[in-house]
C-alpha cells in the first residue's frame, strides 16, 4: 500500500492528489492540491514534519525525507515544499526547505538545512551541501551548486507551464483509474 500510518500519523492527500501505487507515503506528510507523486518515490515523515504544496510534482524514483531532533540538532529539520515545484527523476530532498516554482533537475541532492527561495532552477545532478541558501531568481549547478545567471523571463514563465503540465497528466492518471 502507498499511504501507510507510521505512530499516530497518517499522510494527508490534498483534493484530487495522486499517488502512485507503487510510491510509498508515510508518517507526518501532507501533500497539497493537484499535487502528484510517481513512481518509485519514497516520502518518509517518520522522525519530523513533511508538507508539500499544490500543483507540485515529485518525479519517479525520488526520495524525501527529513532531519531527526536530536543532541547534535535540538530542532531537526522538516522537510517543505512549495507550490507549483517540479522535483525531476530521481532527486534526494533531506531536511530541506523550496519555496514556489522551483525546478529541481534530475539527479539533485539538496540537504539539510538548505533554504531553496522561490524561482529557483536547479540544474541536474547538483549538489547542495547543509546549510546552503540559494536566493531567487538564479539557475545554479554543480557539486556544491554555484550560482550561474539570472533566469530568464522564458525560464520564469516554465514553472507554472510545468506545474499546470504535471497535474494534466496525473488527472489523465486518475480517470484511467489509478487511484492512491
Known amino acids: 500500500m502507498a499511504i501507510r500510518t507510521y505512530q499516530q500519523f497518517t499522510p494527508l492527500l490534498g483534493e484530487r492528489a495522486f499517488v502512485d501505487p507503487s510510491a510509498v507515503v508515510l508518517g507526518d506528510v501532507e501533500i497539497g492540491a493537484d499535487s502528484s507523486i510517481w513512481p518509485l518515490v519514497v516520502i518518509r515523515g517518520d522522525m519530523h514534519s513533511i508538507r508539500i504544496g499544490a500543483r507540485t510534482s515529485v518525479q519517479d524514483g525520488c526520495v524525501l525525507h527529513i532531519t531527526h531532533a536530536g543532541p547534535f540538532n535540538p530542532g531537526g529539520y ?4 512549495g507550490d507549483d515545484v517540479t522535483v525531476a527523476h530521481k532527486v534526494t530532498l533531506h531536511g530541506c526547505t523550496i519555496g514556489n516554482r ?3 533537475g534530475m539527479g539533485s541532492i539538496v540537504m539539510d538545512g538548505v533554504v531553496i527561495e522561490d524561482d529557483v532552477v536547479l ?3 547538483s549538489l547542495v551541501p547543509p546549510g546552503k541558501h540559494l536566493a ?4 545554479y549547478v554543480g557539486s556544491p551548486a554555484k550560482q550561474v545567471r539570472p533566469l530568464t523571463d522564458k525560464e ?3 514553472f507554472r507551464y510545468s506545474a499546470d503540465n504535471y ?3 496525473k488527472d489523465q492518471h486518475l480517470m484511467e483509474g489509478y487511484v492512491s
Open 123 to 125: 540544474g541536474a545532478g
Open 167 to 169: 497535474v494534466r497528466l
Open 156 to 158: 520564469l514563465s516554465y
Open 102 to 104: 522551483v525546478l529541481i
Open 78 to 81: 522538516p522537510l517543505n515544499i
Open 136 to 139: 531567487s531568481g538564479y539557475l
